[in-house]
């Protein structure tokens, strides 16, 4: 069964501090990745996804993930968190159905 | 930048109504979605719909859920008699093909 582990549920990290938020996902097929990140009572927004080619994919807001197909890991990182960065960030599987699997989601708390 | 907006914000209903929340996804999509979040849990897929029907669905989308594209831009998921379960962040979702997926801000639907 296709499923995305998501193993941190929180990450308390201080502020300017490098950040890894873990992501591992289960399949028998190919499949694109996601990383979306949810403000308090907000909706999904997109940081990045992989589809093919480099697996090194840059997002927005200086986050970055790579994509090690013989990990079946997703993990997504950045350099140097901001207070801002303090949100739910969810890990997300699609594949040729279309429907995306979630994560159960981390929550990376930023602290100064 | 293009969006999916989702109407209303935030529905409140009593235990056994009938609820439609709206969508309107980003007009050369082809492809819709309903997930739901209830709260402090993951995203959970729905249903998705292509050329006018259902194209898959899951395990929760049973007998009470419906869902129409009843004119060119609107996109509804219709829950016919609510329960208290039913109480989640609803989203909206459309794509291109499954890489290029857009979600809505999201309904809270309470059910009291």
């Known amino acids: 069964a296709q499923s995305v582990t998501q193993l941190d549920s929180q990450v308390p990290v201080f502020e300017e501090a490098p950040v890894e938020l873990r992501c591992n996902y289960s399949s028998s097929v190919s499949v694109y990745l996601f990383w979306y990140v949810q403000y308090p009572n907000q909706g999904l927004q997109l940081l990045l996804k992989y589809l093919s080619g480099s697996t090194l994919v840059k997002g927005i807001n200086g986050f970055e993930a790579e994509f090690n197909k013989s990990q079946t890991s997703f993990h997504l990182r950045k350099p140097s968190v901001h207070i801002s960065d303090t949100a739910e960030y969810f890990c997300?599987?699609?594949?040729?159905?279309?429907?995306?699997?979630f994560g159960s989601g981390t929550r990376l708390l930023v602290r100064p | 930048e293009p969006e999916v907006t989702q109407t209303p914000s935030h529905q409140v209903t009593q235990m056994g109504q009938e609820v439609i929340l709206r969508c309107v996804p980003i007009s050369n999509h082809l492809y819709f979605y309903w997930y739901r979040q209830i709260l402090g849990q993951k995203v959970e897929f729905l249903v998705s719909?292509?050329?006018?029907?259902?194209?898959?669905k899951s395990e929760i989308f049973d007998d009470q859920f419906s869902v129409e594209r009843p004119d060119g831009s609107n996109f509804t998921l219709k829950i016919r008699s609510t329960k208290l379960e039913d109480s989640a962040m609803y989203f909206c979702?459309?794509?291109?093909?499954?890489?290029?997926?857009?979600f809505g801000s999201g309904t809270r639907l309470t059910v009291v």
């Open positions: 979702a459309s794509s291109d093909e499954g890489s290029g997926y857009t």
């Open positions: 719909f292509y050329n006018n029907e259902i194209s898959e």
């Open positions: 997300a599987m699609g594949d040729s159905s279309y429907k995306l699997i």
